[in-house]
């Protein structure tokens, strides 16, 4: 289960060990818009020495250029079905066809409005294993200013990952690195509106996507009390119920009790 994920830019690879040391769940290597444009072929070969030596630990992705251009066309037949590489984020999808014929898992960033529209055609296709956001670049194009505007779509994504069976969708970059109680707030908002894990621009922020989607210990409280009352009431042949402060439990309530109890097990610190 991927909680967070951490971008380090191709052109950087004093950074990469460091990046795959942070606690990240995967590593992100960035041939996109971290990497000027003199410097791409460069971030190639470097991703491409890493992969050869990939450490042990988080999973590495990488996130190549715009697949309409010949750069992010080079990088996938340099890149795609290399052993080592667990990922490839491909940005600025807009129509499914882009991703034919591809054999590594494809995690499809939205970022237009374009892609918005289409997201259920991206995500129903076969090459991709999960889709996420580009709230920088959607946000660029609609001249949204304001982050709670982007929630609508956030919950259109959200929806598109679902109907075809993928993982919950992950959250987009937080993008100030020193704002940690912004960051903190923005992924409870993220969370509450089905959003799970987060990826970061900076080791600091790690930590604190990976406790702000764990759940509290008042919701692993609440969850093991629903638990146990529904295996009581099952033990006496009942199918709802209602507990002591009132709140009413039957199945789906139940079934989200034991994801909150297993997700609480495994992001135990
Ligand atoms: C944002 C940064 C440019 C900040 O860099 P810097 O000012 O150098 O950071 P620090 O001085 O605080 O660094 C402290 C130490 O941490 C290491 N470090 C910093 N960032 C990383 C990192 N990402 N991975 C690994 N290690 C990192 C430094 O080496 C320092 O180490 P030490 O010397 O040992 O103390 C920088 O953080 C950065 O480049 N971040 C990644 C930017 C990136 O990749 N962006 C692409 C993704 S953004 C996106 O997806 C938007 C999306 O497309 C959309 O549209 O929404
Ligand atoms: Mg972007």
Known sequence: MIVTWLYVPGDRPERFAKAAASGADAVIVDLEDAVAHARKEEALANVLAFLRERPAGPQVHVRINDLTTERGRADLRALDGLPGLDGLRVPKVESPGVLDGIRTPVHALLESAAAIVGAAAIAAHPAVAGVALGEQDLAAELSIT?????????????????????????????PDIRDEDGLVASCARGR??????????????????????????????????????????EAAGV?????????????????????TLELAERLAP
């Open 192 to 233: 509450s509106m089905g959003l799970f894990g987060r990826s970061a621009i900076h080791p600091a922020q790690v930590p604190a996507i990976r406790r702000a989607f764990r759940p509290s210990p008042e919701e692993v409280a609440r969850a093991a009390e629903v638990v146990e009352a529904a295996e009581r009431a």
């Open 239 to 259: 199918g709802a119920l209602a507990l002591a402060d009132g709140r009413f439990v039957d199945a789906p309530v139940v079934a989200r009790a034991r994801r």
């Open 146 to 174: 304001a982050p709670e505007a982007l929630d609508q779509l956030r919950l259109q994504v959200v929806l598109a990952a679902a109907a075809a069976g993928l993982p919950p969708v992950a959250m987009s970059v937080y």
